[in-house]
């Protein structure tokens, strides 16, 4: 029997499911719906957008994806792999060329997934993937640098040279209230992460893991920025009230010109997305003993990723810190993951107020701890045990990633926001393109020697 284009992981991990299991998902996705709020926040601010567009990615693309998608336990929302680039294409193109870009990606991943291409990911090689993986980690750290010292600057460039630039010229200016809290906050984190499971009984340990430590940062600090009213910017500060609404239904901008300038962009988020996704998948698979669909994932980054303009959202894919989280809960069907959808709609329904006081140096804290989970930094150091075309594809897409894909904005020459987008994505398609040109003669030169 010819099996069905489109078939959901859900219609086969549903067959026998009973009540345990149930409970299994329940509170596995309790669980991960915790641990996705802050950082659903701060990959949305470190976009430079607003932190619901991070919430509703989250909740809209996260609920899509586990319902739609080829994993078991998979779990989609905003990723960090996306912060550098859409924080790019946001002041180049704009969000409404932003929401174009992620419309058309969603497109491209669709069609992928129905032409059968989902198989050819596994063909890239891992010296690209940990090189580029280890170069967005880096200027992840660096963009949030400014906001972790205190500093207030106006740069609108991510590219790493200006951001390194920017914190040389504006050192004066580092405020030691907010850089005392938030040293503190990334101590509390890294304490709760690897000290704790030291220093503490394993019985004690066991069951403090199950809190996340984003979460527990962010209610300790928040708690005593408010109680000692602590002089520095909360979320409800800069962006006021929270609304998820605010973006719901608001059709793209379909001009030719934003098309053209969003075309590039979309082909951008599409193959990253389709990497980090299906990567992700395989490491769930690892995780729960199964086997995902990279083409039926595929399908459901797609349609995740169509709906994001209509909802207010940003571009979504699977995310591994997420993903871990709920294997190791016990999740058993793609319901967890619907579950850690509703449950943070349900838990921001109920803590909107609190999040409004969250300092922003917290969520720079956690994105720190997040782009150091990110890396593979052992990668570097064993190195030596490879011949020297891994070595050198590695070592390249690294350097290309931190100097090239960041997305500079200093095009001086063209001063109209389409030159400026047109340019921008030109580099960064040429930029993967002699990335990707370069791996296979290396691969070639391996095989030859």
């Not at 998608?69 to 680039?85: E, L, N, T």
């Not at 993986?133 to 200027?139: P, Q």
């Not at 894919?317 to 871990?324: I, Y």
């Not at 904005?409 to 400026?420: D, N, R, S, Y």
């Amino acid at each position: 029997m010819t099996r069905p284009v489109f078939r959901p992981k859900l219609f086969e991990t549903l067959q026998g499911y009973n009540r345990q299991r149930f409970a299994s998902d329940l509170g596995a996705g309790v669980t991960v719906s915790v641990v996705a709020l802050p950082l659903a926040m701060a990959f949305g601010i470190a976009s430079g957008l607003t932190p619901q567009t991070g919430l509703v990615a989250a909740i809209v693309g996260g609920f899509l994806i586990s319902a739609l998608g080829g994993s078991r336990v998979q779990i989609g929302g905003p990723a960090g792999a996306f912060v550098v680039i859409v924080y790019g294409m946001v002041h180049a193109l704009g969000v409404q060329g932003l929401m174009l870009a992620t419309l058309l990606s969603g497109v491209w991943l669709g069609l992928m997934g129905l032409l059968r291409l989902g198989v050819l990911i596994r063909f890239i090689p891992v010296a690209v993937i940990i090189g580029f993986t280890n170069g967005i980690a880096v200027l992840i750290a660096l963009s949030q640098l400014r906001t972790f010292t205190g500093m207030r600057s106006t740069l609108t460039q991510s590219d790493s040279g200006a951001i390194v630039h920017d914190l040389w010229q504006h050192w004066n200016q580092i405020d030691l209230w907010s850089l005392g809290l938030n040293l503190a906050t990334l101590l509390l984190l890294v304490t709760w992460q690897w000290g704790l499971p030291r220093w503490l009984p394993s019985r004690w340990s066991t069951k403090l893991a199950r809190v996340p430590g984003p979460m527990v940062a962010l209610c300790l600090v928040s708690a005593w920025v408010a109680f000692w009213d602590w002089p520095v910017q909360t979320i409800g500060q800069k962006f006021g009230p929270m609304r998820l609404d605010e973006g719901l239904w608001h059709w793209p901008e379909w001009r030719w010109a934003a098309v053209e300038a969003a075309f590039p962009a979309s082909l951008t988020l599409a193959l990253l997305g389709a990497i980090e996704s299906l990567l992700c998948a395989r490491v769930a698979d690892n995780l729960c003993q199964d086997r995902h669909d990279p083409n039926q994932e595929l399908m459901a980054q797609g349609l995740a990723n169509m709906a994001m303009p209509f909802v207010g959202g940003m571009p979504v894919t699977g995310t591994m810190a997420r993903t871990a989280t709920n294997a190791k809960n016990g999740a058993t069907s793609p319901v967890a993951g619907m579950v850690h959808a509703l449950g943070l709609l349900l838990l921001l329904g109920f803590a909107a107020p609190l999040v409004m006081a969250v300092p922003l140096g917290t969520l720079s804290a956690i994105l720190l701890l997040a782009a150091w989970q990110m890396g593979d930094w052992r990668a570097f150091a064993e190195l030596k045990q490879f011949r020297w075309p891994y070595r050198i594809t590695m070592c390249l897409v690294f350097g290309l990633t931190v100097s090239f894909i960041a997305l500079r904005q200093g095009f001086e020459a063209q001063a109209t926001p389409e030159g400026v987008a047109r340019a921008t994505t030109r580099t960064v398609v040429m930029a993967s393109l002699a990335v990707l040109g370069l791996d296979f003669v290396l691969t070639a030169m391996m095989f030859s020697i």
